[in-house]
């Protein structure tokens, strides 16, 4: 055989492995996507209301720190983003560390819902459940930990009922919205009229957000992830971290049309919440009244929530004890990323046990 026909029959059986390769690809990526269990961390729903399931997590320990600890999502997407499977679970690594875990998932609201605002998300459902973790845990306070949206939520009812609180974790939550960031230039007045568009949806259609969140890092979102998928397809690992992530993402769900519309209107628009100027049901919103124990966790390469959005936070509260830790990941990756949990999270459960004693 001919060096020239050995090296064009070498050509030939790697492009018939690249095809091989890219097929399979295709076929787990998008095509037929195998089913992949998230949020599997053993837990019991302990309190119900609407569409909201408070779930508590099984101690793993022989008896955890006393004061448990609550975790609020966002209204956007699922919670289970913070129990994405094992190994990538924010509530498995606190849970190793003693503490006492329960997690609102916020369920999925139907047009019934869409009159919901943040006085009944605050005021109501946070408040209920709070009330309900004291008394299943016997603590008279606890702690809470909001992410994202539901960070900037936590803030709002850590300075309404400062004396529920006795320690307040924000991760990447928004409080001044008049910071440099696409997702508020696009909810800035001139941009979005939030009125009509609620007044024609109801609800806030999950596709509505999907796209928007996709368009903000298009390479990466529609090209870059499948082009690393299709290098790592024959990494079992990679392959169900990537798939479990792709569940998440794609799980979207809407948003009561009503909370998104104050949140908008209230927040990016006329950032009331930094200017001191919020009232929930008449009652002002003022974070001078948060004293408790704060940790400020900000991603330092956040694209949804600017870094400047967060640091803010711990300029406008008056508690003595407040810390800001700013780690090198994005938005999601402050969550599941293997280095976050590795590193920054076991330190998270050290500055919590701390203070939960």
């Not at 949206?149 to 004396?163: D, I, R």
Request: glycine content about 6%; charged content about 25%; overall charge neutral.
């Amino acid at each position: 055989m001919s060096f020239q026909s050995s090296y064009f029959e070498s050509l030939i059986r790697e492009a018939e492995k690249a095809k091989q390769k890219f097929e399979k690809s295709l076929e787990l990526a998008l095509l037929n996507p195998p089913e992949v269990k998230v949020g599997i961390t053993p837990h019991e729903v302990v309190f119900t209301e609407n569409k909201l399931r408070l779930l508590h997590y099984h101690p793993v320990v022989e008896k955890p720190y006393p004061v448990p600890l609550i975790m609020i999502f966002a209204l956007i997407n699922r919670p289970y983003i913070l129990d994405l499977r094992p190994g990538r679970s924010v509530v498995e690594v606190l849970l190793k560390k003693g503490i006492d875990i329960y997690l609102i998932d916020w369920g999925v609201p139907g047009d019934e819902d869409r009159h919901l605002n943040l006085d009944y998300y605050i005021n109501r459902y946070i408040k209920k459940v709070v009330n309900r973790v004291k008394k299943l845990s016997g603590s008279r306070q606890v702690s809470i930990m909001g992410y994202c949206m539901g960070g900037t939520m936590s803030a709002m009812y850590t300075a309404l009922y400062p004396e529920d609180v006795k320690n307040l974790i924000l991760m990447t939550a928004g409080i001044d919205f008049k910071v440099d960031g696409m997702l508020n230039v696009w909810g800035d007045k001139s941009n979005f009229d939030v009125d009509k568009f609620v007044d024609a949806f109801g609800n806030v259609p999950p596709e509505f957000l999907q796209v928007g969140f996709l368009l903000m890092k298009p390479i990466q979102n529609l090209v870059s992830k499948y082009v690393s998928f299709y290098e790592n397809i024959d990494n079992e690992q990679f392959v169900e971290n990537f798939l479990a992530m792709e569940k998440w993402i794609n799980d979207n769900i809407p948003v009561a049309g009503e909370v998104f519309r104050e949140f908008v209107k209230y927040c990016y628009q006329e950032n009331l919440l930094v200017e001191n100027k919020l009232r929930i049901n008449g009652k002002l919103v003022d974070l001078r009244k948060i004293t408790c124990s704060v940790l400020n966790l900000i991603a330092e390469h956040d694209h949804l929530v600017p870094p400047a959005s967060s640091l803010v936070f711990t300029d406008l509260i008056s508690s003595k004890d407040k810390e800001t830790i700013i780690y090198p990941t994005g938005h999601i990756g402050l969550a599941v990323s293997s280095k976050s949990l590795k590193d920054l999270w076991p330190r998270v459960g050290d500055w919590l046990i701390e203070r939960s004693k």
